[in-house]
């Protein structure tokens, strides 16, 4: 009767000291139960070192690695439990202990062992007395440096040996000594330690995955600051940016993302931090702004992926615009939904080999795009708009250029005047027209000259404005020639 009162006892002193049920439940006849015991890491993060087939595992499960020139290292703030199964026998804890199993996903049975014996000698130690909280805490806090265990770690070093490699050393030694080895080898393992892994393809899988989950448990459970509403919230009411590990608060960042997807910026929904460049992931998007939004968000990603790419465009029919993929070496494109057959240059009706058609207000541009471009860039663009349209464009242009710096317009017909020499009053070869040099203005044609000789006018005793500073640069001129001559 004391026994089972003792028993009773311990099961609820461990229900009360761990009340997480994922970490103590007591089975369905009070007579023992299951502690899930996770484990004291000896540093955080703990470095796990993978091979080249791991390696590229690890990646493909989307995880974060650190490369350095030793090798490569899986970094893991959780390691999978251990867990221990208890069952009372009637003679607990007056003289027996209680019977166990002890699991694992990533220890090998023959480490398991060893901690099983560990138990059984602290049961020798304590015999009589209550057992399962010091085992429980020699699990969690103990158990990596009794097996010496640390960081960084070789997942596969302690793995027993699988199948095929146990027939090929059988082949290659004496089978009566390959089987009493073998006999000798299980004898050191106890029946007691299980790992429980299906196999070790799988193993790193677990791995990852529960630090992941266990990761997140303690985000949820934990206090952040919002460096944007600067009010203090559970992990639960937050979102983590993967990259940079910067926190905020789920209802700044929904408004957040909720203005950039409306507003089209579906590439700028990154870290609110100015210094941080770390992209939320579509599945933090939907988690925060919900599945209509999502929707447009996704849409006007693709689109704006699709937009990036020289080889893609799309149909120029606006019921449509449908993305229509270029094939190389053609500038004929077709809409696979409604048929359309177009310029992939220029959208418009296909052309043939005919030089794109070019607006008048695009010359400007393609001229500066081949006077900047390299050589495969002027091809394009000879190929695209015909080689004589670019050299007309250019010559247009200079043309252009020059009677801007040379020559003024006549204000009465717009034709480009040239003043070689002489006074400030002009008169238009094309329409006749008297006007004024320095101002631009008509002048009278019964009398051009009073507009230099009133007081009032704007150009008042400036009709050989600038021809002064042109005699004095002749008589300069002269000069230095008299002074090269004579010395």
């Known amino acids: 009767m004391e026994n089972a009162n003792e028993q009773e006892d311990e099961l609820l002193a461990l229900s009360s000291i761990y009340e997480d049920e994922k970490m103590f439940r007591p089975a369905d006849d009070k007579r023992g139960g ?13 470095y796990i070192t993978l091979s080249e087939k791991q390696t590229t595992k690890a990646l493909n ?65 304590n015999q009589g ?17 009794f097996l010496k265990i640390t960081s960084p770690y070789l997942l596969n ?38 790992q429980d892994v299906a196999s070790q393809e799988l ?44 926190v905020y608060c789920n209802a700044c960042l929904k408004s957040y993302f909720v203005i950039q997807i409306k507003d089209g910026n579906v590439k700028s929904l990154d870290c609110p931090d100015p210094k941080c460049g770390s992209q939320a992931t579509p599945l933090q998007v939907h988690t925060l702004v919900g599945n209509d939004l999502f929707a447009q968000y996704d849409r006007l990603l693709l689109q704006s992926s699709l937009q990036s790419m020289d080889d893609i465009v799309y149909c120029p029919r606006l019921e449509c ?3 229509v993929m270029m094939e190389k070496g053609s500038n004929l494109g077709q809409c696979p939904k409604c048929h359309l057959t177009f310029c992939f240059f220029c959208r418009m009706t296909y052309h043939g080999v005919s030089p794109c058609r070019v607006r008048k207000d695009e010359l400007q541009k393609i001229r500066t795009e081949y006077e900047n471009g390299d050589e495969s860039k002027k091809l394009y663009l000879e190929h695209r708009y015909g080689k004589r349209t670019i050299q007309k464009a250019l010559e247009d242009f200079y043309s252009e250029e020059w009677l801007n710096s040379n020559s003024k317009k006549c204000p009465s017909c717009g034709t480009h005047i040239q003043k070689i020499d002489g006074c400030n009053k002009m008169t238009c070869t094309k329409c006749r027209t008297y006007f004024c ?41 002269l000069q230095n020639a008299l002074l090269a001559e004579l010395g």
């Open 437 to 477: 040099w320095l101002c631009s203005n008509i002048l009278s044609s019964s009398n051009p000259y009073s507009h230099y000789n009133s007081p009032s006018a704007p150009c008042f005793n400036q009709l050989f404005q600038g021809m002064e500073d042109n005699l004095m640069d002749e008589i300069e001129e």
């Open 34 to 46: 299951k502690l899930t015991l996770p484990l004291q890491l000896p540093q955080q993060p703990f």
């Open 203 to 246: 193993l790193l899988k677990c791995i990852i995955e529960y630090d992941r989950e266990e990761s997140k448990n303690v985000f949820q459970k934990s206090y952040f600051m919002c460096s944007v509403c600067f009010n203090e919230k559970p992990g639960s009411d937050c979102m983590r940016f993967h990259d940079c590990s910067h």
């Open 157 to 194: 070093s302690h793995c027993e040996k699988s199948t095929s490699e146990t027939n090929t050393e059988s082949h290659q030694t004496n089978p009566s000594k390959m089987d009493e080895r073998t006999k000798t080898e299980k004898e050191k393992l106890d029946s007691r330690a299980i």
């Open 321 to 323: 615009q449908t993305p």
């Open 61 to 125: 499960l989307g995880s974060k690695l650190k490369k350095t020139d030793d090798g490569t290292y899986l970094c893991v703030n959780h390691l999978p439990p251990l867990v221990l199964h208890f069952q009372y026998p009637k003679t607990y804890p007056s003289a027996d202990p209680p019977s166990f199993t002890l699991l694992s996903k990533w220890l090998s049975t023959k480490m398991l062992s060893h901690l099983c014996s560990q138990l059984d000698d602290i049961w020798l130690e």
């Open 129 to 145: 007395m209550v057992i399962m909280y010091s085992w429980s805490e020699f699990l969690i806090n103990e158990a990596l440096p």
